[in-house]
Nanobody, 120 residues
Framework: QVQVAESGGGLVSAGGSLRLSCAASGNTFNINVMAWYRQPPGKERELVASMTTGGSTNYADSVKGRFTISRDNAKNTVYLQMASLKPEDTAVYYC??????????????WGQGTQVTVSS
């Protein structure tokens, strides 16, 4: 089992910045993709940014140029630096960890979520 814990959410004014952190612990062998998702009030959960062990990244169009994902593979930690925040970035942000077990099996783990609120 892998435990996933986020931190760093909070209340910020529009135009401000926040940094989210997520640490995976437990049986953390073969962790592949680490990512951030978010779920705005009344909406579906959506991908914000992802990063492979090799460093390849993917961003939602809505956050490109404003958010930066990074990770420390040795610490099994992923970060999301958010800048130029907008009220529409308000959401619960979830950390996602993908663990490769075999060609026919992967495990997916989620954190409990951290609230980010951007005031106008």
């Amino acid at each position: 089992q892998v435990q996933v814990a986020e931190s760093g959410g909070g209340l910020v004014s529009a135009g401000g910045s926040l940094r989210l952190s997520c640490a995976a612990s437990g049986n953390t062998f073969n962790i592949n993709v680490m990512a951030w998702y978010r779920q705005p009030p009344g909406k579906e959960r959506e991908l914000v940014a992802s990063m492979t062990t090799g460093g390849s990244t993917n961003y939602a169009d809505s956050v490109k140029g404003r958010f930066t994902i990074s990770r420390d593979n040795a610490k099994n930690t992923v970060y999301l630096q958010m800048a130029s925040l907008k009220p529409e970035d308000t959401a619960v942000y979830y950390c996602y960890v993908n663990q490769w077990i075999a060609s026919w099996r992967q495990n997916d783990y989620w954190g409990q979520g951290t609230q980010v609120t951007v005031s106008s």
